[in-house]
């Protein structure tokens, strides 16, 4: 239930609405805008007479929500939500590119790529320590050792760092993560959410392989329900019945959930094609249907990779791509972070 608060509102009122709303059992979302305030109230709202509420002096409007996610629902919260990660914000008119190996692999790797794509234009590094793979006899990761390299990755270079996180019980080995990831394997692990939901690390959260929009914001509810309200939504393609691509970018699911949810959306468009060839021309569409990042694959020996060479770019494809990227930003007028 959505309550719009009148302009020249008398505070002590609006408190007092407040107390009585919350001795119900329900929570309370606030955003102040400059020409009104709005309350959503999240809870069983069948306690709540909306005939009554809508006589008080000080309410414009009330109105019922009827998406099942309240705290991720643009009508809470019609701003959207800009997210600083140590001073990159994510959200907004801002655009952020995220770039680096799918996995840590060693020092000199990583170390190297960081380099590579902060000179190129990266302002995050990602790096894949605890890995989901298809395959229990495939490359794992390296596990803790991958979190130590990827937090020396940013002690030589100042890039804040993103990685997957596999179950809740790492959640303390992840100290000096400024993001981070869920991936698509884990979208509806709903523990692990709820765990997260107790931090205020900013949570990038990827699209299951054949999840709805509307599941995928209801995990986003997860957490900011449970008291994180840093939640990164990252499109990574869905799993369709076509077959020369890895998976299908689901390009439209950028502008819906603009219209539908105020946290900050990117595309992922190395794992949505798993073709290093076609990262480049995916990353424009995502740049022109209104993405706010991207999070790219890069290595710097590609056939070597032990997990998902296939789709990574070398450094200097990765630099070619973020120059046109800056094309497309200024059509739709957002500014890159440098
Ligand atoms: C990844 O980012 O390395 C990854 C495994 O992605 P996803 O969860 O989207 O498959
Ligand atoms: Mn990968």
Not at 240 to 256: G, H, K
Request: glycine letters at 8%.
């Amino acid at each position: 239930m959505i309550l719009v608060i009148k302009k020249d509102r008398d505070k002590k009122q609006v408190d007092n609405l407040i107390r009585w709303i919350r001795s119900l059992g329900l929570d309370i979302y606030r955003s102040e805008g400059e020409n009104s305030e709005i309350i959503g109230i999240v809870g069983d709202t069948s306690k709540v007479d909306i005939e009554l509420i809508s006589t008080l002096d000080i309410v414009e409007s009330v109105t019922r929500v009827q998406e099942p996610y309240k705290n991720a629902n643009r009508k809470f919260h019609p701003q959207d939500t800009v997210i600083d990660v140590a001073g990159h914000k994510f959200g907004g008119n801002n655009f952020q590119i995220i770039a680096g190996p799918c996995s840590v692999e060693s020092e000199k790797q990583i170390i190297e790529v960081a380099k590579a794509v902060q000179k190129a234009g990266a302002t995050v590094l990602r790096g894949g320590a605890f890995k989901p793979r298809t395959s229990p006899y495939s490359f794992q990761g390296m596990g803790l050792e991958g979190l130590k390299l990827l937090r020396k990755a940013k002690e030589e270079t100042g890039m804040p760092i993103v990685t997957e996180i596999m179950s809740e019980y790492h959640i303390d080995d992840f100290y000096g993560v400024d993001i981070i990831q869920v991936g698509a394997r884990n979208m509806q692990n709903f523990d692990l959410l709820k765990h997260l939901g107790k931090l205020k690390t900013p949570i990038l959260l990827k699209r299951g392989i054949a999840a709805t929009m509307e599941e995928w914001l209801m995990s986003a509810e997860y957490i900011m329900s449970e008291g994180n309200p840093n939640v990164i939504l990252c499109e990574r393609g869905i799993r369709t019945y076509e077959t020369y691509t890895r998976n299908t970018l689901d390009i439209s699911a950028v502008p819906v959930l603009k219209e539908r949810t105020h946290l900050p959306v990117i595309v992922d468009p190395s794992h949505a094609s798993g073709i290093s060839r076609l990262v480049k021309p995916l990353s424009l569409a995502a740049a022109a249907a209104g993405a706010d990042g991207l999070i790219i694959e890069v290595h710097n020996d590609p056939p070597h990779a032990l997990c998902d060479g296939a789709q990574s770019l070398r450094p200097e494809q990765f630099a070619d791509a973020v120059q046109s990227i800056d094309k497309i930003l200024q059509a739709v007028g957002k500014s890159r972070d440098k």
